[in-house]
């Protein structure tokens, strides 16, 4: 199967925050859209692989996406080593997606780090026609990143404002990890953190006049067909533009 968006996330979690709302919109336009989650979650203070797949699965309902695999890359221990990248671009070859998504590593979750440039590599040379993995050779046109923790200026942002409720749905659905009953408590089960979230969401959402959006990175110069896809924006002041670097 062909997809039209391949997300990739390094925790069973991770696609939810960063960018479920945009992957929720997407699959009700009717694209074909999908998630790889890079690790089990195994590492995670709550939860285990089987407590996580099971929640990832129940999320991926709720967003209504086509796929969701799990690779089983050892969980706080990701790499983008030639190993590592194998199963990475065998998936992306297998899907063929024309848009990939994958972590922007501001925060410092070293997983978080790895996984930016693991999927950026990976998307690469899975174009490369004798690189050693299985599949035809694929490059995806379009890599897009997401934000998971602190801030950056957006490239793009993407108003997600009819499914944001959907989105904390799916994000609940992982309890192990946001609901504190039962479980350790973290810095991911303190409301605190949720709220968090919703106010970037919402902030982001208000430069572009909407009441919640995502934003989006990229270091591809972006074309587009149809110039009545795009919405404005306030224009970012020099001072913003030196605070993005
Ligand atoms: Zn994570």
Same mark, same amino acid.
Request: glycine share 10%; with cysteine; proline share 6%.
């Given at each position: 199967m062909q /997809?039209?968006? %391949?997300?990739?996330?390094? $925790? *069973? @979690?991770?696609?939810?925050?960063?960018?479920?709302?945009?992957?929720?919109?997407?699959?009700?336009?009717?694209?074909?859209?999908?998630?790889?989650?890079?690790?089990?979650g195994e590492a995670g203070t709550n939860g285990t692989a089987e407590v996580r797949r099971r929640e990832s699965l129940a999320a991926a309902e709720i967003m209504g996406?086509?796929?969701?695999?799990?690779?089983?890359?050892?969980?706080?221990?990701?790499?983008?080593?030639?190993?590592?990248?194998?199963?990475?671009?065998?998936?992306i070859r297998r899907y063929r997606p024309r848009i990939? /998504?994958?972590? %922007?590593?501001?925060d410092g $979750? *070293? @997983?978080?780090?790895?996984?930016e440039q693991l999927v950026k590599d990976a998307a690469h040379k899975a174009g490369f026609r004798k690189y050693p993995a299985g599949g035809e050779s694929y490059r995806p046109p379009v890599i897009l990143q997401y934000l998971l923790g602190s801030y950056r200026e957006p490239d793009l942002v993407v108003d997600i404002t009819p499914y944001y409720e959907d989105k904390m749905r799916a994000i609940a659905a992982h309890a192990s990890q946001f609901d504190v009953r039962g479980n350790v408590e973290t810095y991911v089960n303190d409301p605190a953190f949720l709220h968090a979230i919703r106010a970037r969401d919402m902030f982001c959402g208000s430069m572009v006049q909407a009441v919640y959006g995502e934003p989006l990175y990229t270091s591809h110069q972006l074309a587009i067909d149809d110039l009545m896809g795009l919405r404005g924006w306030r224009r970012m002041n020099e001072e913003r533009r030196q605070m993005r670097g």
């Amino acid at each position: 199967m062909q /997809l039209d968006i %391949l997300a990739f996330g390094p $925790h *069973p @979690d991770d696609v939810e925050i960063g960018i479920g709302g945009t992957l929720i919109k997407h699959a009700r336009m009717g694209y074909r859209v999908g998630i790889v989650d890079l690790t089990a979650g195994e590492a995670g203070t709550n939860g285990t692989a089987e407590v996580r797949r099971r929640e990832s699965l129940a999320a991926a309902e709720i967003m209504g996406v086509a796929v969701r695999d799990c690779l089983g890359l050892p969980d706080a221990r990701l790499e983008a080593t030639e190993a590592m990248l194998v199963p990475v671009i065998e998936v992306i070859r297998r899907y063929r997606p024309r848009i990939v /998504l994958g972590p %922007l590593s501001l925060d410092g $979750h *070293p @997983d978080h780090q790895r996984a930016e440039q693991l999927v950026k590599d990976a998307a690469h040379k899975a174009g490369f026609r004798k690189y050693p993995a299985g599949g035809e050779s694929y490059r995806p046109p379009v890599i897009l990143q997401y934000l998971l923790g602190s801030y950056r200026e957006p490239d793009l942002v993407v108003d997600i404002t009819p499914y944001y409720e959907d989105k904390m749905r799916a994000i609940a659905a992982h309890a192990s990890q946001f609901d504190v009953r039962g479980n350790v408590e973290t810095y991911v089960n303190d409301p605190a953190f949720l709220h968090a979230i919703r106010a970037r969401d919402m902030f982001c959402g208000s430069m572009v006049q909407a009441v919640y959006g995502e934003p989006l990175y990229t270091s591809h110069q972006l074309a587009i067909d149809d110039l009545m896809g795009l919405r404005g924006w306030r224009r970012m002041n020099e001072e913003r533009r030196q605070m993005r670097g």
